[in-house]
């Protein structure tokens, strides 16, 4: 919740068009997740990084990638490559000295026309 | 792979009646985590159990950790209509670095 915000809300793209949606944390958390939720499918893990300048693929990383050039921001960019990129995006992230526990975005809705 | 399962996916009850989604894995778990996440928003933490058998209370939600950390439950008691919204589990295998989520069980509460 507070202190991790995504944007936009709302993202409007023409097929075929590259996008990149923002997430930006000032909890100081070192881990962040980029997740899609589609209707009944649950969360799925697109992108994770556990340090600056590192991150790993997640489960349906195919069409997407990420950067992580500073320890608050790790941009997600959705490529023309992801065949079907119309979901609900949401950015996670957790602290090494918390329980665990994810912080999520408000979350972007991505609508490809 | 590793997968968290849980069932039902949706659940209809009459308010005051009560409710329970389970989550199951193949293999044993580190931890379990329980999230909410309300119509139109987005998951907000509830609870993680560690431990084997843990039971912990937060009012009228119940949340279990099985005895062999393969799976977990959650059971609200006399449902109201703000308990609405998308119930998810998510756990951590011990050599993964990410959370595994469930799909989560959809609670409607009628008046």
């Known amino acids: 919740d507070g202190g991790i915000t995504q944007s936009p809300k709302y993202l409007f793209r023409k097929e075929g068009q590259n996008v990149t949606l923002s997430c930006e944390q000032n909890?100081?958390?070192?881990?962040m997740y980029w997740y899609r939720q589609d209707p009944g499918q649950g969360l799925r893990l697109i992108y994770y990084?556990?340090?600056?300048?590192?991150?790993q693929k997640g489960d349906i990383a195919e069409g997407y990638s990420v950067s992580r050039e500073k320890k608050e921001s790790f941009p997600l960019t959705v490529t023309s490559a992801q065949k079907n990129p119309t979901a609900f995006y949401l950015c996670?992230?957790?602290?090494?000295?918390?329980?665990?526990?994810?912080?999520f975005g408000p979350g972007t809705r991505l609508t490809v026309l | 792979g590793q997968q968290v399962m849980q069932i039902p996916q949706y659940q209809h009850v009459q308010e005051g009646e009560d409710f329970t989604t389970y989550c199951n894995s193949s293999?044993?778990?580190?931890?379990i985590q329980w999230y909410k996440q309300r119509p139109g928003g987005h998951p907000v933490f509830l609870i993680q159990?560690?431990?084997?058998?843990e039971v912990k209370k937060q009012k009228r939600l119940t949340f279990q950790f099985g005895e062999a950390k393969k799976n977990s439950s959650l059971h609200i008691t006399a449902t109201q209509t703000t308990d609405v919204g998308t119930y998810f589990c998510?756990?951590?295998?011990?050599?993964?670095?990410?959370?595994?989520f469930g799909k989560g069980t959809s609670l409607l509460v009628t008046p």
């Open positions: 996670a992230s957790i602290g090494t000295e918390s329980t665990d526990t994810q912080y």
């Open positions: 909890l100081n958390h070192d881990a």
């Open positions: 990084s556990q340090i600056v300048n590192d991150f």
């Open positions: 293999t044993t778990l580190s931890n």
């Open positions: 159990l560690v431990k084997s058998g």
């Open positions: 998510a756990g951590y295998y011990d050599s993964g670095y990410a959370l595994n």
